[in-house]
């Protein structure tokens, strides 16, 4: 029991006196006090033990341990994901026949360290980094790979950048995507009960999964076996036989930002004046250089350069600036030549501000072909034909050019064509999926359902 009792040498405090109960004649200490040091050393002794056992839990690089703790948390999971969208029109998921994708959480190595150099998301083969992100906040996944219909790999090649001369330096790619997928095979089993066919990857360079960009070299090196089964999203794509195409694939558009596209028109309408006839800023080389036996654009753009540098109608450029997206605005025909590929990302800035795409690339296919109504937005050239260019370009002027312009301006092609941080309906990642809405019989839940 406590006592309070005047303190007799200084009168104008209180003490506190501690009196102990006594039992048989003896002095007995209350319970809390006779066992507080084992209370005590108890309380402390589980603390730490806690603390140990929360700094020993594994990180979530391990798939099987990701899918485990996603199950258990699937409703806040969900919801996070959902909480991203709703600011965005709603989607029509019957559109896609309920599609659904499941996107590896590979460790940071694969994609996400690489981002500390801001050119990776934005230079033309960022697409890797686009289809992933915005992949992560659509509906469309599913946290459960049981009910998944294709499988996302996210591997980012393109953002290892050569200190000689900028250029994505993408000879690791295939040590890198190899070590994805003996990862995904041996922790999950989703690899190997498809071989790998519902398995998607992006591969958005020069010659897609050859990885290389000279062809003669891409050719020889071919796709890596255990990609062929697969699907791969492309920017490389031809309509005819080749060794780059040996898998099933879908033609996607390099990537153009849609920030720098959505700045350059609020400074310049779609439909504002165009001053400039012919335009082309790039790489034209005055003595093409002949590298093993190659030719930069086959010499298309030097033919080019050489025809009509001095012309009055053609403004031609050989270095790019950072507002160079203020001149495409300004021009009427953009010319699109082949590089070391057939594809550009020409295509998709003509496009996209409104500037007629002048394509001369044979045999080049063209991304999202059953979507964009390319032959009634856009002029084809043949390569052999570069010479006729002044009077194949004063002739469209005069005949149908306000047609194809108003074709052209058509804010849905634009759409169509960039890719943003989250999914919208009719924007390039949306024509992703419709694609592969449209390759359901790879799936192998779909399969097993029916034979059920």
Not at 77 to 95: C, D, F, M, V
Not at 378 to 399: F, Q, Y
Request: positive net charge; contains cysteine; charged residues 25%.
């Amino acid at each position: 029991m406590v006592e309070l009792h005047r303190s007799t040498k200084n009168k104008k405090g209180f003490y506190v006196k501690m009196k102990f109960f006594r039992k048989n004649g003896k002095l007995e200490k209350p319970f809390f006090i006779k066992y507080f040091k084992w209370l005590l050393w108890f309380s402390l002794s589980f603390y730490f033990f806690a603390k140990f056992l929360n700094n020993q839990e594994p990180e979530s690089s391990s798939l099987k341990t990701t899918i485990t703790s996603h199950s258990q948390s699937n409703v806040v999971s969900r919801a996070l994901s959902e909480s991203s969208i709703t600011q965005h029109p709603k989607i029509n998921h019957g559109l896609l026949n309920g599609l659904k994708v499941y996107v590896y959480e590979l460790p940071s190595k694969y994609n996400t360290d690489w981002l500390t150099n801001e050119r990776c998301s934005n230079h033309l083969f960022a697409s890797e980094v686009a289809i992933h992100r915005a992949l992560l906040k659509t509906d469309f996944r599913t946290f459960d790979p049981s009910e998944a219909d294709f499988f996302f790999v996210p591997v980012y090649v393109s953002c290892n950048f050569s200190k000689v001369n900028g250029f994505p330096a993408i000879g690791h790619a295939r040590d890198l995507i190899s070590s994805a997928v003996d990862l995904i095979s041996s922790e999950l089993p989703f690899w190997k009960r498809s071989n790998g066919s519902d398995h998607v990857f992006v591969a958005s360079h020069d010659y897609g999964a050859c990885f290389h960009a000279m062809e003669d070299r891409a050719i020889a090196d071919g796709i890596p076996e255990f990609m062929k089964n697969s699907i791969i999203l492309q920017t490389f794509g031809v309509k005819y036989k080749h060794p780059c195409q040996n898998a099933d694939n879908v033609v996607i558009p390099p990537y153009i930002s849609p920030e720098s596209v959505k700045s350059t028109l609020l400074k310049s309408p779609i439909d504002g004046p165009r001053d400039i006839f012919t335009f082309f800023r790039g790489k034209m080389e005055v003595h093409p250089k002949n590298v093993s036996g190659r030719f930069y654009s086959k010499r298309v753009r030097t033919e080019i350069l050489r025809k009509y540098g001095n012309h009055r109608r053609f403004y031609l450029k050989r270095h790019r600036f950072t507002g160079y997206q203020s001149e495409i605005v300004r021009s009427v025909f953009c010319l699109c030549p082949l590089g070391w590929a057939p594809w550009s990302p020409r295509l998709v800035e003509s496009v996209a501000l409104g500037c007629v795409p002048v394509i001369i690339a044979d045999g080049i296919q063209l991304p999202f072909e059953s979507t964009v109504p390319w032959s009634e937005i856009s002029l084809t050239v043949r390569e052999k034909d570069v010479g006729k260019l002044g009077a194949v370009l004063d002739d469209v002027a005069a005949t149908n050019l306000s047609v194809i312009q108003r074709n052209l301006w058509d804010s849905k092609l634009r759409r169509a064509l960039l890719f943003h941080d989250d999914v919208e309906t009719g924007d390039a990642t949306w024509e992703v999926l419709v694609a592969l809405s449209g390759k359901l019989g790879r799936s192998h839940r779909r399969s097993r359902v029916a034979s059920e």
